[in-house]
Structures are given as structure tokens and as C-alpha cells.
């Protein structure tokens, strides 16, 4: 024997709207922004919750750690760049030459005498 409505109202709640069914929302209760989960007021945090909480903790931790390695990384490439360049120049500066052929003295003596004010200072 067939009941009519008793399998229409089968699966819908006590409250008459359908789809609300698993979440039974407690006086208080509030909904948080941030990643759209209830957050019930006054429970303590099951255990997979708090299990989850705690990696996404660690994710993000691992994830401002990779940022910071990153920058420090791209600044010390920089700077590699920077004393490479000024190597170079004056690489450059130690093989000109006068007319005659002769190395230029006037580059090293400058660079003699600011590693001498360097060493002082």
C-alpha cells in the first residue's frame, strides 16, 4: 500500500526547506568570511577541525617562509650583480695602456689607496 504524502515529505526538514538539511544552526551561531565555514559559538573544535586548522596554519607558515627565502634570494642575486658589474669596470680600468704600451698606474694606486681607507676606517 502506497502512504501518498508521507515519501513527498521525506526528505526535506522540520522547518519546510529543502536543502538545509546537516546544518542544524545553533542560536548564536555565527558564518565566518574568511573561507566560509560555520563557525559554531561556545563549542570547542572537533578533532578534525582542529586537525585542519592546524595544517592550514602550517601551510601558511610554510608559504611566508618560501616568499621570505624568495626575496632574500632575488636581493642577493642582485647584489651579485651589482659587485660583478663594478669588477668588471674595473677589470677594464687595469688593461688600458699609454701610448708607449705601458700599464696605467693611476687606476691600481686608486684602488691601493681605497682599500688603505677602508682598512683604517
Known amino acids: 500500500m502506497v502512504q501518498g504524502n508521507a515519501d513527498h515529505n521525506r526528505g526535506k526538514q522540520p522547518g519546510g526547506e529543502p536543502g538545509t538539511h ?4 545553533v542560536p548564536g551561531a555565527e558564518r565566518d568570511g574568511s ?4 563557525i559554531w ?8 577541525q582542529r586537525l585542519a ?4 596554519e ?10 621570505t627565502a624568495l626575496k632574500e634570494r632575488e636581493e642577493r642575486i ?4 651589482v659587485a660583478e658589474k663594478s669588477r668588471k669596470e674595473q677589470k677594464h ?4 695602456r699609454n701610448a708607449k704600451g705601458q700599464p696605467l698606474m693611476r687606476y691600481r694606486m686608486d684602488k691601493l689607496l681605497s682599500q688603505i681607507q677602508k682598512t683604517v676606517q
Open 53 to 56: 586548522q592546524q595544517v592550514a
Open 41 to 48: 559559538a561556545g563549542r570547542k573544535l572537533s578533532r578534525l
Open 58 to 67: 602550517e601551510k601558511a607558515e610554510k608559504q611566508r617562509a618560501k616568499e
Open 35 to 38: 573561507n566560509g565555514r560555520n
Open 22 to 25: 546537516g546544518e542544524h544552526l
Open 93 to 96: 680600468l687595469y688593461f688600458k
Open 78 to 81: 642582485k647584489q651579485m650583480a
